[in-house]
């Protein structure tokens, strides 16, 4: 049983590239989630999708774009990355009410 | 919209003691759901302990309990009998009735032999 998975774990990117966080889930969740986590803080929700094909803005959506045509796929797509997106990034998925977490992204942009 | 705070950045206990973790949140909704994540340095985040608001009985989960104070708004973890294996990150969440959970800023916990 995998749960959700996220690739790459660790990724370093130049200012102004743009690439992909994955983040797949075996549970047949509806809800999944991104997070993102500044060193020292909580986790920030950035957007999330309550099923296939929608899904809504977080507190920081700025500089993210989602898609979720599967009930199991939920990327993250950084366009222009900045300085500012150096962060941990989490995916995670609920049925109900308990979440479950992958084991995040380390993203530095320099 | 909802609002989770956490006023202690960082705590320490004593090997077997035990300690309490304050949390309070700012809500309009009369149906929710709070929750205690602990994050190790793997970084992977781990429920503890889950309390449903519409429960008034705190939530207990082996060593860990809750004191939920609707009214107050409060949200503590009390660690009894702490253990090394317990230092980490505790972060307090509340989940919302659209299913988007909210988190605090942490409490870095460590446990002194």
């Known amino acids: 049983n995998a749960g959700v998975t996220q690739t790459p774990k660790f990724r370093i990117l130049k200012i102004g590239q743009s690439m992909t966080l994955q983040c797949t889930q075996d549970?047949?969740?509806?809800?999944m989630y991104w997070y993102r986590q500044d060193p020292g803080m909580g986790l920030k929700l950035i957007y999330y999708?309550?099923?296939?094909?929608?899904?809504d803005k977080g507190e920081v959506p700025n500089g993210y774009n989602v898609s979720r045509s599967t009930t199991e796929d939920f990327p993250l797509r950084l366009e222009l990355a900045a300085p500012s997106q150096t962060s941990v990034y989490f995916c995670a998925s609920s049925l109900n009410t308990e979440a479950f977490f992958g084991q995040g992204t380390r993203l530095t942009v320099v | 919209a909802q609002t989770v705070t956490q006023s202690q950045p960082e705590m320490s206990v004593q090997e077997a003691e035990t300690v309490t973790l304050s949390c309070t949140y700012d809500t309009s909704e009369s149906d929710y759901y709070l929750f205690w994540y602990k994050q190790p340095p793997s970084r992977q985040m781990i429920l503890v302990i889950r309390?449903?608001?519409?429960?008034?009985q705190n939530a207990t989960e082996n060593r860990f309990s809750v004191n939920f104070q609707k009214a107050a708004k409060s949200f503590s973890l009390k660690i009894s009998d702490s253990q090394l294996g317990d230092a980490a990150m505790y972060f307090c969440a509340y989940l919302t009735g659209a299913n988007n959970l909210f988190f605090g800023t942490g409490t870095r916990l460590t446990v002194i032999p």
């Open positions: 309390q449903e608001a519409y429960k008034q």
């Open positions: 549970m047949n969740h509806n809800y």
């Open positions: 999708s309550v099923g296939a094909g929608i899904t």
